[in-house]
């Protein structure tokens, strides 16, 4: 795809639209799209991102809140938030889905109960442990509070799920599979357990992926790993004609998503960001739209050397350089692995709805290598388009989405 076309791509099949109605947020930085979007104008915070005023018993009772990692808890309460924004979920049980993305799911529940079986031997150890830590808890946990009978999966694609479980719902919806989807992505991989250190912490630090300095400066010269954290968003996605019958309020309509992989290396980006090139050129055709309908980029941006600039020589490479404003909300949030994407979707409603980009915090001295038009400083107004979203995860899983304001 050359950078600067402008060609819609037919599409080969029909498709419905599809479209936000509902948005919920768990993170670091603010709880509830509004707080949310808030967090991510103010300073940047230092060190590990946790969730600290989360209280699992406001959408879970007390033993239902025992019985649940805290990923699944993040899960059910961003749905719920999702679900109560978007007044309801007006379909019939069987056409409404949950895709949820999740990396490593019940990791906390999993350490606590090692440390049990260790401390006090194998009869002790939880006949809970396998429901908590399965990756997919989660997302039964949604289907299961909220009656949705149609397709339940789970995405464990790394840092590329949360982006992948939206792709893969607004296929369900655009194809005339189910008439509502709940999607997103949490994860909860940071928490010490007792006299434990946590192992997610530890596994990241011991592979150097983790910054030494405690800051997280995507795109920045002095970058030095990602900051870790925990969290979670869903979105309500719906089919556009269901959607304004009902008088619902449209956040955005979901134009296009993609999925590639690298096929290079477990951790390491391929050379010359070709998967991640793939992803997006893919995306764009999917919304039938070229590099000059894009407006602004929310990208990757996990503060990694070798990510970062291989992530701005993919966009330079589809965009042209500079090429559309980008931002990364992970100088904020940190890097919440499958959580990440769905916040991130999160934040280009919002920039949607504002017509603001947030900027990239902690990105003070642009990289000289990185030749990307980076918002800095402060947040920057835009004219509301299309918007890409990328994500890109260990294993070499890509994700891109597009989102854009709703049209005629």
Same mark, same amino acid.
């Given at each position: 795809?050359?950078?600067?076309?402008?060609? /819609?791509?037919?599409?080969?099949?029909?498709?419905?639209?599809?479209?936000?109605?509902?948005? !919920?947020?768990?993170?670091?930085?603010?709880?509830?799209?509004?707080?949310?979007?808030?967090? *991510?104008?103010?300073?940047?915070?230092? &060190?590990?991102?946790?969730?600290?005023?989360?209280?699992?018993?406001?959408?879970?009772?007390?033993?239902?809140?025992?019985?649940?990692?805290?990923?699944?808890?993040?899960?059910?309460?961003?749905?719920?938030?999702?679900?109560?924004?978007?007044?309801?979920?007006?379909?019939?049980? *069987?056409?409404?889905?949950?895709?949820?993305?999740?990396?490593?799911?019940?990791?906390?529940?999993?350490?606590?109960?090692?440390?049990?079986?260790?401390?006090? %031997?194998?009869?002790?150890?939880?006949?809970?442990?396998?429901?908590?830590?399965?990756?997919?808890?989660?997302?039964?946990?949604?289907?299961?509070?909220?009656?949705?009978?149609? /397709?339940?999966?789970?995405?464990?694609?790394?840092?590329?799920? &949360?982006?992948?479980?939206?792709?893969?719902?607004?296929?369900? #919806?655009?194809?005339?599979?189910?008439?509502?989807?709940?999607? &997103?992505?949490?994860?909860?991989?940071?928490?010490? #357990?007792?006299?434990?250190?946590?192992? &997610?912490?530890?596994?990241?630090?011991?592979?150097?992926?983790?910054?030494?300095?405690?800051?997280?400066?995507?795109?920045?010269?002095?970058?030095?790993?990602?900051?870790?954290?925990? !969290?979670?968003?869903?979105?309500?996605?719906?089919?556009?004609?269901?959607?304004?019958?009902?008088?619902?309020?449209?956040?955005?309509?979901?134009?296009?998503?993609?999925?590639?992989?690298?096929?290079?290396?477990?951790?390491?980006?391929?050379?010359?960001?070709?998967?991640?090139?793939?992803?997006?050129?893919?995306?764009?055709?999917?919304?039938?739209?070229?590099?000059?309908?894009?407006?602004?980029?929310?990208?990757?941006?996990?503060?990694?050397?070798?990510?970062?600039?291989?992530?701005?020589?993919?966009?330079?490479?589809?965009?042209?350089?500079?090429?559309?404003?980008?931002?990364?909300?992970?100088?904020?949030?940190?890097?919440?692995?499958?959580?990440?994407?769905?916040?991130?979707?999160?934040? #280009?409603?919002?920039?949607?709805?504002?017509?603001?980009?947030?900027?990239?915090?902690?990105?003070?001295?642009?990289?000289?290598?990185?030749?990307?038009?980076?918002?800095?400083?402060?947040?920057?107004?835009?004219?509301? %388009?299309?918007?890409?979203?990328?994500?890109?995860?260990?294993?070499?899983?890509?994700?891109?989405?597009?989102?854009?304001?709703?049209?005629?």
């Amino acid at each position: 795809m050359d950078a600067g076309r402008t060609r /819609p791509v037919a599409r080969t099949l029909a498709r419905r639209r599809v479209v936000v109605t509902g948005v !919920g947020v768990v993170s670091c930085c603010g709880q509830g799209r509004d707080a949310f979007f808030d967090g *991510l104008l103010g300073p940047a915070p230092e &060190g590990v991102r946790r969730v600290e005023d989360f209280d699992p018993t406001t959408v879970l009772d007390p033993k239902e809140a025992r019985q649940t990692d805290r990923f699944a808890q993040f899960s059910v309460a961003a749905a719920r938030m999702a679900i109560e924004d978007a007044g309801g979920i007006h379909s019939d049980p *069987l056409r409404a889905g949950v895709i949820f993305g999740t990396g490593v799911g019940g990791l906390e529940t999993l350490q606590e109960q090692i440390g049990v079986l260790i401390e006090k %031997g194998p009869r002790r150890v939880s006949p809970r442990l396998v429901p908590m830590m399965m990756a997919n808890a989660g997302a039964a946990a949604i289907s299961m509070r909220f009656g949705l009978r149609g /397709p339940c999966e789970t995405v464990v694609t790394a840092c590329a799920a &949360g982006t992948q479980a939206i792709g893969n719902a607004f296929r369900l #919806v655009a194809d005339g599979r189910c008439d509502t989807v709940v999607t &997103g992505g949490a994860e909860a991989a940071i928490a010490s #357990v007792g006299d434990y250190p946590s192992v &997610g912490i530890t596994a990241f630090s011991n592979m150097t992926a983790l910054s030494t300095s405690g800051f997280s400066r995507p795109f920045d010269r002095r970058r030095d790993g990602f900051v870790i954290a925990e !969290g979670g968003a869903a979105l309500v996605l719906e089919e556009l004609g269901r959607a304004r019958a009902r008088g619902a309020h449209l956040y955005a309509e979901v134009l296009g998503a993609a999925s590639t992989a690298d096929a290079y290396h477990i951790t390491a980006p391929a050379p010359g960001g070709a998967g991640a090139i793939a992803c997006m050129e893919l995306a764009l055709e999917d919304a039938g739209l070229g590099p000059n309908d894009i407006t602004h980029i929310n990208g990757h941006g996990t503060s990694t050397p070798l990510n970062d600039l291989a992530e701005a020589e993919a966009i330079n490479k589809v965009f042209g350089s500079p090429g559309p404003p980008v931002t990364s909300i992970k100088g904020i949030t940190g890097h919440a692995l499958a959580g990440a994407g769905a916040l991130e979707a999160v934040a #280009v409603i919002c920039s949607l709805e504002r017509g603001l980009i947030p900027p990239t915090a902690g990105c003070e001295e642009l990289d000289p290598e990185i030749h990307l038009d980076v918002v800095r400083g402060a947040p920057r107004a835009f004219a509301p %388009g299309p918007v890409l979203s990328n994500s890109f995860g260990f294993g070499g899983h890509n994700g891109c989405l597009v989102l854009g304001p709703v049209t005629s």
